[in-house]
T-cell receptor, first 114, second 111 residues
Framework: AQSVTQLDSHVSVSEGTPVLLRCNYS??????LFWYVQHPNKGLQLLLK??????LVKGINGFEAEFKKSETSFHLTKPSAHMSDAAEYFC????????????FGGGTRLMVKP | DAGVTQSPTHLIKTRGQQVTLRCSPK?????VSWYQQALGQGPQFIFQ???????QRGNFPDRFSGHQFPNYSSELNVNALLLGDSALYLC??????????FGDGTRLSIL
């Protein structure tokens, strides 16, 4: 079985300051890990993915995430927040042996103050 | 290049009715997955279709059923609608085990 825990339901930052969204996962097998972003009344957009290559993964819009197996974490970071980053972010795990079914965390709402 | 398209965008039904939601995958994709996203929660996996067969199913009752057509498009059917079925229904497509790309969803409201 696999599961994802997003440690913060809400994160608030000021524009231009760093962003950190925390994610821990549990998986019986080698997982693939993803971060998706969802803007209001929209579907989900893939930010980045980890699939057992480099542990530091770079995504779109300046986001990156680091896979730490020893800590079972996959935290999302960005050096400088923009107003347009305000959205809901989901950490997601999938396992090939489970048919690549995506298991989502509960989400973190990122708010960016001017 | 069109992405994943879903129809309709909004739908209002009453308890006990039946509903059909539709999804056209991204060009070149052969696998379609459906997710239910209740308000304020993360999406929950319903099922996945590949080669016109249900390949994987989440923890949803038999009232939820689906179909995949030869052109890879898919339908999600829900019978005997309950108030708790009110949610955003998301379709995602992929090429085999590749990353899943999502549509904008269908917002289903049950009165």
């Amino acid at each position: 079985a696999q599961s994802v825990t997003q440690l913060d339901s809400h994160v608030s930052v000021s524009e231009g300051t760093p962003v950190l969204l925390r994610c821990n996962y549990s998986s019986s097998y080698s997982p693939s890990l993803f971060w998706y972003v969802q803007h209001p009344n929209k579907g989900l957009q893939l930010l980045l993915k980890y699939t057992s290559a480099a542990t530091l993964v770079k995504g779109i819009n300046g986001f990156e995430a680091e896979f730490k197996k020893s800590e079972t974490s996959f935290h999302l970071t960005k050096p400088s927040a923009h107003m347009s980053d305000a959205a809901e972010y989901f950490c997601v795990v999938s396992v090939r042996d489970a048919g690549n079914m995506l298991t989502f965390g509960g989400g973190t709402r990122l708010m960016v103050k001017p | 290049d069109a992405g994943v398209t879903q129809s309709p965008t909004h739908l209002i039904k009453t308890r006990g009715q039946q509903v059909t939601l539709r999804c056209s995958p991204k060009s070149g994709h052969d696998t379609v997955s459906w997710y239910q996203q209740a308000l304020g929660q993360g999406p929950q996996f319903i099922f996945q279709y590949y080669e016109e067969e249900e390949r994987q199913r989440g923890n949803f009752p038999d009232r939820f059923s689906g179909h995949q057509f030869p052109n890879y498009s898919s339908e999600l059917n829900v019978n005997a609608l309950l108030l708790g079925d009110s949610a955003l229904y998301l379709c995602a497509s992929s090429l085999a085990a590749g990353p899943q790309h999502f549509g904008d969803g269908t917002r289903l409201s049950i009165l």
